[in-house]
């Protein structure tokens, strides 16, 4: 069974940035594609960003532009950079592979 686990969560100032990891346990098809998604207080889950595959990229209208996302295949590992952070990038954190998420982390952009 796969699982996720995410980390790198925290308080951040605006305009700070932040690295988010999610290694990927149990998947006998390596970590491609994994996607992250959020869900900001009070609000629906959203989607982030993708990695497909290396070099196979996308990411949301609100992250564009801020966000970079990359695999480690050796380490089972992606992560999520953060860059220029709003206050409304506050939320929980998820990654997800093959239909099954991590318990997210959690994300406060707040001066």
């Known amino acids: 069974q796969v699982r996720l686990v995410e980390s790198g969560g925290g308080l951040v100032q605006p305009g700070g940035s932040l690295r988010l990891s999610c290694v990927v346990f149990g998947s006998d098809r390596g970590i491609y594609p994994t996607q992250w998604h959020r869900q900001p207080p009070g609000k629906e889950r959203e989607w982030v960003a993708t990695?497909?595959?290396?070099?196979?990229?996308t990411f949301a209208a609100a992250v564009k532009g801020r966000a970079s996302i990359s695999g480690d295949s050796a380490k089972n590992t992606v992560s999520l950079e953060l860059n220029d952070l709003k206050p409304e990038d506050t939320g929980v954190y998820y990654c997800t592979r093959e239909g099954n998420w991590g318990q997210g982390t959690q994300v406060t952009v707040s001066s």
């Open positions: 990695i497909a595959a290396p070099g196979y990229k």
